[in-house]
């Protein structure tokens, strides 16, 4: 059973740069996608970007200019990176396989996702 | 991007209930739509896939339709651990948006 676990500071000051880690275990993060979806509070879900395990990633437009995604394969994690972060990144943010059907011809949807962490930005 | 609506926000029933919720999309999305189950603390789940389809250990109790722009999510029999927040997800045009979210409350 291949489980998520997300890590990082719950606490990150306005105009400095959010890190997160996503520890993937029960299986490999090789060839699958690997995503980050963050919800904001009393809101819904956001979509934030995906990175494939050979390190290609795509971004949402609206936060294009301030994320980036990483992978370790020699960990079995993978990483997102926000810049210049405000208050309305305060969110729990959670990290999840993004999965293909199985023959590659649509996105399922993702399949499995850490608990979700809570980052909070305050000056 | 496209606008996922889903209606209604929130939802009151009783166990045994059948419930169902309905999105709305801004554009044709052909079959590209996921449903997932949210609880706090939890880690959320994915039930439904290509619209209709039951992922791999979903009780038969949870069912999707539609196609185009408008799909539909029922839950037949509602159990206690049933009660939660829903939400669809578009995976047809990037970026892969959300509908709002339907909390689904114990009446």
């Known amino acids: 059973q291949v489980q998520l676990q997300e890590s990082g500071p719950g606490l990150v000051k306005t105009s400095e740069t959010l890190s997160l880690t996503c520890t993937v275990s029960g299986g490999s993060i090789s060839r699958s996608y690997w995503s980050w979806i963050r919800q904001s509070p009393g809101k819904g879900l956001e979509w934030i970007g995906y990175i494939y395990y050979s390190g290609a990633a795509d971004y949402n437009p609206s936060l294009k200019s301030r994320v980036s995604m990483s992978v370790d394969t020699s960990r079995n994690q993978f990483s997102l990176s926000l810049t210049s972060v405000t208050a309305s990144d305060t969110a729990v943010y959670y990290c999840?396989?993004?999965?293909?059907?199985?023959?590659?011809?649509?996105?399922?949807?993702?399949?499995?996702w850490g608990q979700g962490i809570l980052v909070s930005v305050s000056s | 991007d496209i606008q996922l609506t889903q209606s209604p926000s929130f939802l009151s029933a009783s166990v045994g209930d059948t419930v169902t919720i309905t999105c709305r999309a801004s554009q044709r999305i052909s079959s590209y739509l996921a449903w997932y189950q949210l609880k706090p603390g939890k880690a959320p789940k994915l039930l439904i896939y290509a619209a209709s389809t039951l992922q791999s250990g979903v009780p038969s109790t949870f069912s999707g339709s539609g196609s185009g722009a408008e799909f539909t999510f029922r839950i037949s029999s509602l159990q206690p651990e049933d009660f939660a927040t829903y939400y669809c997800q578009q995976l047809h045009t990037y970026p892969y948006t959300f509908g709002q979210g339907t909390k689904l409350e114990i009446k």
């Open positions: 999840a396989r993004l999965t293909r059907e199985s023959r590659g011809w649509y996105w399922i949807g993702a399949d499995y």
